[in-house]
């Protein structure tokens, strides 16, 4: 079993839809949790940190799920704009600090 | 200003000519990390270090080695890069084990 798992993907919706990815981890110790979003051929960068409480920035929307092991990412209000890779990353604790990726949810938003 | 700065963003190579891939980083982070990021998969984790100390992933090819010579810079070295070595190098930094990454602009390594 991978350590980080994503929904498959792609994910093609219209813009103003609302579109969640979720991502599991297997570890239980695990401490860290974050969204990044990959553009073609670009780094990574954060969208955003996922807080035990939840945790929302503007159309984003960050929930843990400790019970279960997973950690959702809802975008609303979808833009052309958040066409993108989300890719979700778990600090796992128990394996000196590693910071692992899922594999990536890939988004279109068309007109 | 760029925090964490990659050379050269693109890298050609011959088969089985070493390479070093290079990344400083002006955020006086503890922790480095070194991924591999091959087309339409994730970023693959290679090695990270915390402060001095290496980590080196279990599944990581002898073929790679890093170097830490200092808090600003570390290294990737290819010793004998295979044709299925090519791909994007991501090298990233973290303040603690628990702070998100900060990532720098890449590497692409070509292997012909």
């Known amino acids: 079993r991978k350590e980080v798992e994503q929904d498959p993907g792609p994910f093609n919706v219209p813009e103003g839809a609302t579109v969640a990815f979720n991502c599991t981890y297997s570890n239980s110790a695990s401490q860290s949790f974050f969204w990044y979003r990959q553009d073609c051929r670009k780094e990574p960068k954060l969208l955003m940190s996922?807080?035990?409480s939840g945790n929302e920035d503007g159309r984003f929307t960050a929930q843990l799920n400790r019970a279960s092991q997973y950690i959702s990412l809802l975008i609303r209000d979808s833009k052309l704009s958040d066409s993108a890779t989300y890719l979700c990353?778990?600090?796992?604790?128990?394996?000196?600090?590693?910071?692992?990726f899922g594999a990536g949810t890939r988004l279109t938003v068309k007109p | 200003d760029a925090m964490v700065i990659q050379n050269p963003r693109y890298q050609v190579t011959q088969f089985g000519k070493p390479v070093t891939l290079s990344c400083s980083q002006t955020?006086?982070?503890?922790?480095m990390y070194w991924y591999q990021q091959k087309s339409s998969q994730a970023p693959k984790l290679l090695f990270h270090y915390y402060d001095k100390d290496f980590n080196n992933e279990a599944d990581t090819p002898d073929n790679f080695q890093s170097r830490r010579p200092n808090t600003s810079f570390c290294f990737l070295d290819i010793r004998s890069p295979g044709l299925g070595d090519a791909a994007m190098y991501l090298c990233a930094t973290a303040g603690t084990e628990n702070s998100p990454l900060h990532f720098g602009n890449g590497t692409r390594l070509t292997v012909t």
């Open positions: 990353v778990v600090n796992e604790m128990a394996y000196n600090n590693d910071m692992r």
């Open positions: 996922v807080y035990s």
């Open positions: 955020l006086n982070h503890n922790v």
